[in-house]
């Protein structure tokens, strides 16, 4: 499958990158992806993210649990991926939103085709339409007092804050049949 780079800077800017990123998200999900101890690519579903520009660089920050295997992975590696994946594959970007990598490797378990990076050590996943290489520059720590009560009540029941990883997208490719036809 061909993919055609994109400058980092410049993604942002086709409406139909931008507009697939917030569909998926707000639909089934996205994959975050990074490399565990042993070397192995660990995909995570997120539903929250946002992307834009800080700091003068294009950025795409994410979510995760200080208990998901993920959190690891990021720590160790200081980068990630951002997978898009076709709508089709829904059922796999569920999975690897209810099942660790503590628990089994989900690359292999799905046959999924690991995308080498240019800019990072984690790679991104072939399936995916858009892969974004994404370097950790900052992280912050989600804490109670600065959020509505209704916000904790639903999504902190177990005081479980996010770490906030800001991820400069260093990468992008798209799948050239995805852009050309808009059917994968």
């Known amino acids: 499958m061909t993919r055609i780079p994109i400058d980092p800077k410049d993604w942002p800017a086709h409406g139909r990158l931008v507009r697939e990123v917030y569909e998926r998200l707000t639909a089934e999900g996205i994959l975050i992806a990074a490399l565990d101890e042993a070397g192995r690519l660990n995909p995570m579903t997120i539903g929250w993210g946002v992307f834009g520009c800080i700091w003068g660089r294009s950025m795409f920050p994410v979510l995760v649990r200080p208990s998901r295997y993920t959190y690891q992975c990021i720590e160790r590696t200081g980068d990630y991926t951002v997978n898009v994946m076709p709508p089709d594959l829904a059922d796999l970007v569920g ?5 660790s990598g503590r628990d089994m490797d989900k690359v292999a378990a799905h046959g999924l085709e690991i995308l080498p990076s240019r800019h990072i050590r984690s790679g991104g996943l072939a399936a ?9 520059v900052h992280h912050n720590d989600v804490q109670q007092p600065n959020f509505a009560v209704d916000i904790v009540t639903n999504y902190y029941p177990e005081g479980d804050f996010h770490r906030v990883y800001f991820g400069q997208v260093l990468g992008v490719s798209v ?9 994968a």
Do not use: H, K, Y
Request: hydrophobic letters at 30%; charged letters at 25%; aromatic letters at 4%.
């Open 175 to 183: 799948r050239q049949d995805f852009l050309e036809d808009g059917t």
């Open 128 to 136: 995916a339409n858009i892969v974004l290489e994404c370097r950790v």
């Open 95 to 99: 999975s690897c939103g209810t099942t």
